[in-house]
DNA sequence: GCGTCCAGGTCTACC
DNA sequence: GGTAGACCTGGACGC
């Protein structure tokens, strides 16, 4: 475990765009981590820890707002002082990943149209999805829950993170961040596979973090720049990444169905009784596109969180562990 | 206890 | 271009 003190901090007070949801932003319902699966919480505050390019950094959200005015103290907190455009890539890229400077209206003006939809955009009202500041974190998840239980993945992720993430400690807290590509590209397969019960998956891992470091990227910025279709295929490119995952780490979004979700989109398309198997989720992925189109993410995104409200109101069983 | 099956996909060889 | 089969591991299940 290799702790690194972050003694040097500033903070700033940002208004993001209303609506905003603090609290289910921060903390999504269905347990989605902000950036890293050990952020700790307390009141109306959070402290969290990312790699933003080179910069390690620990973050500490409070609202100081509500979710018609918005209002957060972003604290900062660095080895060493961030100072010109260093400081100002750190703040930029917060500010993108946690959404603060998008607008969610037309987004819920199609989704108030919407049978299904209607419902998740009432019940999370402000809350805004959020992204790593690279790739990486993301395309590990992704390799991780494939062709296994959620409770596995849930361990091997923990155990990756454990043993090769470095421990962030500022502001009087001690948080666990995601490994860099560089950590995990000096590993062998059979090492990482050994250490972390990964099977198979340490072959992608440690094949997806070397081409990000001998490729230098690709990097958020330019998977935003690039657009859906291009980002999509450059993703597709990568080790271990192929339709699903690329949907899941795509700064774009798409409609990320494997055989879970399947279940849940196929029983909200076509009635509780639908039963499906690995062999449908072609078809049902087919359908969500077709109804949300540019909205399927979002539209993913909010269904995935609201699933407890989502079964009561549309009676029927969305909860398939 | 022991053997078998299969799970929140991807890749490759083969046709 | 499409498709069957292999792939780590661990928990569930039947016997």
Redesign the pocket.
């Known amino acids: 475990m290799l702790r690194v003190k972050l003694e040097s901090g500033f903070s700033y007070v940002a208004e993001p765009v209303a609506p905003y949801s603090f609290g289910l932003t921060v903390r999504k319902p269905a347990g989605w981590a902000l950036f890293t699966p050990f952020e700790e919480f307390g009141g109306e505050t959070v402290w969290t820890a990312l790699h933003v390019a080179d910069v390690l950094a620990g973050v500490r959200l409070r609202s100081l707002g509500s979710i018609e005015h918005p209002k957060i103290e972003v604290g900062i907190f660095t080895r060493r002082p961030l100072v010109g455009a260093r400081r100002q890539r750190v703040v930029d890229t917060l500010h993108n990943r946690l959404g603060f400077g998008s607008d969610l209206k037309p987004f819920y003006d199609f989704a108030r149209k919407d049978a299904i939809l209607k419902h998740t955009v009432d019940d999370l009202y402000g809350m805004r999805d959020t992204s790593p500041a690279s790739i990486f974190p993301d395309a590990t998840l ?2 991780l ?9 849930n ?1 091997m992720m923990d155990s990756v993170i454990r043993r090769y993430g470095r421990v962030a400690e500022f502001n009087g807290w001690r948080v666990r961040v995601w490994p860099t590509p560089e950590r995990i590209a000096k590993l062998t397969q059979s090492q990482l ?2 250490e972390c ?5 340490a ?2 891992l440690v094949g997806l973090a070397r081409k990000l470091v001998e490729d230098g990227g690709p990097t958020m910025e330019e998977l935003d720049a690039a657009g859906p279709e291009e980002a999509k295929r450059r993703l ?1 490119e ?9 949907d899941i780490v795509s700064p774009h979004g798409g409609f ?1 169905i ?4 399947a279940q849940v989109f196929g029983k909200l398309f076509y009635g509780r009784d639908y039963a499906c ?2 062999e449908t ?1 072609e078809s049902v992925k087919r359908e969500g596109l077709r109804r949300w189109g540019r909205w399927s993410w979002l539209s993913f995104f909010y269904v ?1 969180q609201d699933l407890e409200s989502l079964a009561r109101k549309m009676g029927m069983q969305l909860r ?1 562990e």
């Not at 829950?145 to 993945?153: A, D, E, N």
């Not at 019960?197 to 998956?201: F, I, S």
């Not at 990568?238 to 690329?246: T, W």
């Not at 494997?258 to 979700?261: E, I, K, M, R, T």
């Open positions: 992704a390799i829950l494939q062709m296994t239980t959620l409770k596995r993945s361990q596979a050994r019960n990964l099977g198979y998956r072959r992608s597709m990568l080790p271990g990444l192929g339709d699903y995952s690329s990320p494997d055989v879970w979700s198997g690995r989720v995935v398939l």
